[in-house]
């Protein structure tokens, strides 16, 4: 994939689109948060990502934190929530049966001018904006990608069943993993191109990278945990209660 020629430049420090291009040229930043799940390991009626959460919609602090640093928010709702007025949003739309299909339904409401897609699971309220910041930056100064990760404290083994039974197949060397999370920003050509085969993936920087695009790693927040069950809602109630960023 080809790079582009963006500077370098400084994190942001106030509260919407500071991107450059260098010679006072904007670089369009949107971002895109995908909220189409039905959460089914969370077990609750209501998806978790509108289950209430320190003041407001667990969905709510996630837009909120990709309003500050890019110029639109498109967000990726179920097909029952596709007339509900969202006002962090500029376009709402359905997403599809798949994270990645809903990924896709997000990048076609993107404007034409978008240069630069950052996409946030809806479910991760805590990425602070200094995050989103972060991974827009290393786009900008000329990767296809930017995730963040956090390094790995337990050890990780690639397993391999045979029959009913689940068996060691070797162990790859802890110093090389991270773990990695959400918002993720690409090129938004580099994430057409990768999605345009309408692959599946569990995050965008699977399909960027098979596609020969450059992911580079920026730490990560341990405090940006995926709600995925019951738990997890309770303890980021308190943490989001003691830590308000806006
Ligand atoms: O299910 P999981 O927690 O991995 O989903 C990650 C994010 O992707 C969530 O914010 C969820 O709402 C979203 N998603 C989606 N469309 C789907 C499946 C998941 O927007 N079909």
């Known amino acids: 994939m080809a790079s582009n020629t963006w500077a370098p430049h400084e994190q942001p420090t106030g509260l919407s689109s500071p991107w450059d291009a260098g010679y006072g040229q904007h670089v369009s930043v949107w971002a895109i948060v995908v909220a189409a799940g039905s959460g089914s390991r969370f ?34 709702v179920a097909a029952d929530r596709a007339d509900a007025v969202e006002p962090l949003a500029d376009h709402v739309v359905v997403g ?18 978008a240069s630069v ?24 100064s000329g990767a296809d990608g930017a995730v963040p990760g956090v390094p790995v404290t337990d050890t990780i083994k690639r ?3 045979l029959g009913h039974q689940v068996w060691v197949a070797d162990t790859p060397d802890r110093d090389t993993l991270v773990a990695v999370q959400t918002p993720q920003a690409f090129r938004v050509d580099a994430l057409r191109a990768a999605h ?13 990278e098979a596609a020969g695009g450059r992911v580079q790693v920026v730490p990560g927040e341990l405090a940006n945990r995926k709600i995925t069950v019951p738990d997890d809602l309770v303890a980021m109630e308190q943490y989001l209660g003691d830590t308000d960023e806006d």
């Open 43 to 76: 077990g609750s009626s209501v998806p978790k990502q509108y289950l209430p959460l320190a003041g407001r919609r667990v969905l709510d602090w996630s837009l909120a934190a990709a309003r500050s640093v890019c110029d639109g928010v498109v967000l990726v």
């Open 96 to 113: 599809g049966s798949t994270r990645s299909a809903s990924v896709r339904a997000g990048l076609r409401a993107l404007p034409g001018d």
């Open 117 to 140: 897609v950052v996409v946030h699971d809806a479910a991760r309220p805590a990425a602070s904006r200094r995050l989103f910041g972060a991974v827009v930056a290393a786009v900008c």
């Open 159 to 161: 397993t391999t069943t």
């Open 196 to 208: 345009a085969s309408g692959a599946e993936a569990t995050d965008d920087a699977a399909l960027v």
